[in-house]
């Protein structure tokens, strides 16, 4: 059986816990699933708390397990009865969750209900940092909250990743939105698309550096009479903002098992207090993937960081001080976008149509990465990795010479601008946007 690198556990515990091995089975789609080779995963909250036996671990099955839920990659087989996919699609999602998704690994299965494709404009790291907190955004602004145009909407933690999501989407339909967050974020939400002209950052920002959101005699005025709070912070936030919303408004509690006694005080007061738990929802990542295909969603790359390195991401994590990161499954999270842009120019040289500006680091760093990217290609295009007859492009390394690289027959070598352009007789001297003059 054919195995693969995971991140796994025994027990529950801090960072430490999290071991890398090589030895896991590779999962094999059951029907209605599909396997994806995972390009990148997002780390999330929840990944630290299930690790330390909090939030979802109840779900996660006996040990050893996986943490991870937010994947982004390729798909690589098809379960019986799966027509929403082929093979080589680029798909994101946060499959299973509540239950294990066993994310931080080279291979998982997901229903095939529990993923989307990626836009065209993202990369994997970005599409692997959006899954579960553009749910969750999703969820609480249009199922939860029920957000309508003219409503007033106070977000604290607004400067996080759902947080920042959440406004995007509430802006969209037309809600006043009161972001609470500090320093650069706060002005990042002040900026949300208006470099775009789309105008939707939030209206009005409160710096909890130096001010307390239900203070009444914050400068600018209280805050009063809102219709929505979403609180993703936690602790006493939610119950202190219940004073805020006006009778018949509603006050969502995000961070799991911290609302205690918010139901009642919102019940008292004669509004309502509910906490959420995200869903997998196809259709909520479809709107998402939509909003980023039309420009209207605002979101930055995250950090990356190899799977290698999980332990010192798990500790930063806990230690609050962890930008939106996520981990580079192998050499592949480069080498599939690299694997992508030389399938574009492929076609786009088969066609004869202009070809697209390369992506300044299209090349590959060294013939590892080369061997990787053209392993991403094969999944990407259904072709087998040495194309044999295929006229495939061959991906090389810049400063490796072809001899040192399978070059099969009937495949054209395109990578950095330095490689041979595609020429019937694989010729060289040939300017690679003038195929048609090799001809
Ligand atoms: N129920 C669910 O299904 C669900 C789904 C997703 C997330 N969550 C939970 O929702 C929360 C937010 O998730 P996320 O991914 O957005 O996390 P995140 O990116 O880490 O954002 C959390 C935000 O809260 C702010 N914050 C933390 N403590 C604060 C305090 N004392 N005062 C003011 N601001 C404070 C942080 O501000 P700074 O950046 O300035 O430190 C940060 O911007 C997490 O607890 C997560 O576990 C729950």
Known sequence: MASMRAVVQDEFGGPEVLRLVTDVPVPQPIPTEVQVRVSCVGVNPVDGKTREGASVAPFMGGFPWTVGWDVAGTVTALGNGVSR???????????????????????????SRHLVRIPEALDMATAASIPLPATTAYQIVHDVAQVRAGQTVLVLGAGGMVGSLVVQMAKK???????????????????????????????RGIDYATQEFDDPHLSGGPVRDVDVVVDLIGGDFALRAVPLVRRGGTVVGVPSGQQQGLKEAAAAAGIRGTNMIVEPDHVALEYVSAMIADGELDVQAPATARLEDVVDVHRRLAEGRLPK??????????????ARSADVLFRAAVDDDPVPPLPEDFAPANQAEAYEAQR?????????????????????ASGTSMSTVPWPAGCWPIGSMTTTPPSRSQGTGCAWRSRSSCS
């Open 85 to 111: 996919f082929a093979v080589g699609d680029r798909v994101y999602g946060m499959p299973r969750f509540p239950y294990s998704a066993a994310g931080y690994a080279e291979y998982v299965t997901a229903l």
């Open 173 to 203: 339909l037309g809600a006043t939105v009161i972001g609470h967050a500090t320093g650069d974020k706060l002005r990042r939400l002040e900026r949300f698309g208006t470099d775009r002209g789309i105008g939707r950052g939030t209206d």
């Open 325 to 338: 990161t996520v981990l580079q499954v192998g050499p592949n999270g480069r080498s599939a976008d690299m």
């Open 376 to 396: 991403c290609l094969a999944d990407l295009t259904g072709r087998p990795r040495w194309g044999g007859r295929s006229r495939r492009p061959v991906l090389r």
